[in-house]
């Protein structure tokens, strides 16, 4: 089978004069050309954009112009894979280097006795080297491609990635750690570590970068924390090292709320236990005051006895609340005034409130019973008016005020309490800490932090809010909202959480 015969490419000469005779003869020595001629005067034009099919382009200029480099330009511009040889009179190198700044891909003198041999080989130098520039041009492309696409994966992680060098200067970093410094990765390239990240955290780095901690160590930068991992890595004769650090400050507060439910949960046992153990002889006071009721008759102190059973009845009520906030008892919900519920928990208070002489202000409103569990609302409203106790007594004004109010939004269904004080009031840097669980401003042995949690819990487990808000007066106010809904709703929503 006879070879497939290569078609030749279109050669055009461009301008003149040219010994077209001697070209073809040099070209025909040549044997079986890759070339077809084609000589087109300078007259009859030649726009850049005829390039189709084209194997090469000769420009001739006897005298080189500025015409013809700015035409060799835009041709090369938009035919880059086409060679073109510059033929002219090369005076001096000048002319030669002119004519290769403009693009030609070679150049050679007209005045040289052989220079039409040389348009073929020059030619097909060009035409090799082309092929060899494009091939490299394919592989730099896909290297920068897959460089920018590496880059653009380190950039798309929001924890922080850098390279530092043993002179702890940065290679690279990612752009989560540039911009938390407020710099481009740019930028940061060549800088010392200790000039972006501060001399602390530079020195604690080269540390890490020197014992090689197996496992990842947590660090505070800024007001975040981080865990650091550290990888060496050998590069170029170059002793690198790659930091890691993963943001793990919304990890550390999970941590330490479930460190809080712990010991909440651990609180619930002991309560749990300790309300068993009290059960017993709370019924034993009872059965026994009730035996001597009896046997007294109408000349025994029914009084001194009542007041035994009131008080007995009240403990069994707290234990009954223990249970209940150990998740040992389900709820007792029933229809309530709260202002009822207020006064009972104040004639609680009254002996320690007559003591401090403190005055407690009544301003009921006309509220709706709300279905909710009585004991649970009186220990909320008993917790609330011990804090406003303590805080008047740090304060120590001229006269002691806790001002209760009730009020009622028809529209919302939403029964509002508010307890005011003209304490020392709390401060705004812990006004958002009160309601977490061992959260205290009181000396040891005073309070445990618990009271303002377990309210917290109580009203939101009412579906209602609680929050804290600075009093006119100077004090603190305690709002709690308490949504009116009916007991179908109530057993509706239990019946849906089962």
Not at 39 to 57: K, M, N, T, V, Y
Not at 137 to 164: K, P, Q, S, V, Y
Request: aromatic share 8%; with cysteine; charged share 30%.
């Amino acid at each position: 089978m006879s070879e497939r015969k290569e078609k030749k490419k279109r050669l055009v000469f461009l301008g003149g004069p040219l010994p077209v005779e001697e070209i073809k003869k040099a070209f025909a020595a040549r044997g079986n050309s890759r070339y077809r001629l084609k000589f087109i005067p300078r007259s009859e034009g030649f726009s850049p954009r005829e390039a189709e099919g084209l194997g090469g382009l000769v420009v001739t200029d006897p005298l080189p112009g500025a015409d013809c480099r700015e035409f060799i330009k835009k041709f090369k511009f938009m035919n880059n894979t086409v060679p073109v040889i510059m033929l002219g009179v090369c005076e001096d190198e000048t002319s030669c280097l002119e004519a290769l700044r403009a693009g030609a891909d070679d150049s050679l003198a007209m005045d040289k006795p052989d220079f039409a041999a040389g348009i073929a080989p020059a030619l097909d130098k060009a035409a090799a080297r082309q092929v060899y520039d494009d091939k490299r041009n394919w592989l730099e492309g896909i290297f920068f491609e897959n460089h920018t696409r590496w880059l653009a994966f380190l950039d798309a992680i929001t924890d922080f990635i850098f390279i530092l060098d043993e002179q702890q200067r940065f290679i690279k970093a990612n752009s989560a750690l540039a911009g938390a410094y407020g710099r481009h990765p740019k930028d940061v390239t060549g800088m010392k570590s200790a000039e972006l990240l501060g001399a602390e955290l530079a020195a604690e780095l080269e540390e890490m970068r020197r014992h090689r901690p197996e496992q990842p160590v947590e660090k505070k930068i800024n007001d975040d924390y981080y865990l650091v991992s550290v990888f060496p890595l050998r590069y170029e004769n170059q002793d690198l090292t790659i930091y890691f650090l993963k943001k793990i400050t919304d990890m550390r507060r999970l941590k330490e709320h479930l460190f809080h439910s712990d010991k909440l949960a651990s609180i619930g046992l002991l309560v749990s236990g300790v309300a068993h153990e009290l059960n017993n002889p709370l019924t034993g006071i009872v059965a026994y005051t009730e035996l001597l009721r009896m046997k007294a008759g109408a000349e025994g102190p029914d009084e001194v006895i009542g007041k035994i059973m009131v008080s007995a009845d009240r403990c069994k009520k707290i234990v009954e609340n223990l249970l209940t906030f150990s998740r040992q008892q389900t709820f007792a919900r029933s229809f309530e005034s709260i202002n009822d519920v207020i006064d009972r928990t104040v004639e609680l208070r009254s002996y320690w409130l007559r003591q401090s002489g403190i005055e407690v202000v009544r301003d009921f409103g006309a509220v709706p019973s709300l279905f909710v569990d009585a004991q649970q609302i009186q220990q909320v409203i008993l917790n609330v008016l011990i804090n406003a106790e303590q805080a008047i007594a740090d304060a120590k004004p001229p006269e002691g005020k806790i001002i209760f109010r009730t009020t009622f939004d028809a529209q919302a269904r939403k029964l509002s309490v508010s307890i005011t004080d003209n304490g020392s009031g709390i401060p705004e840097r812990i006004a958002d800490k009160i309601f977490d669980p061992f959260f205290t401003t009181r000396s040891v042995g005073v309070g445990t932090g618990l009271g303002l949690s377990i309210s917290h819990g109580i009203v939101t487990g009412h579906g209602g809010e609680i929050r804290v808000e600075r009093a006119e007066e100077g004090g603190a106010r305690f709002v709690i909202e308490l949504p009116q809904k009916q007991a179908v709703e109530i057993l509706r929503e239990h019946a849906e959480k089962i």
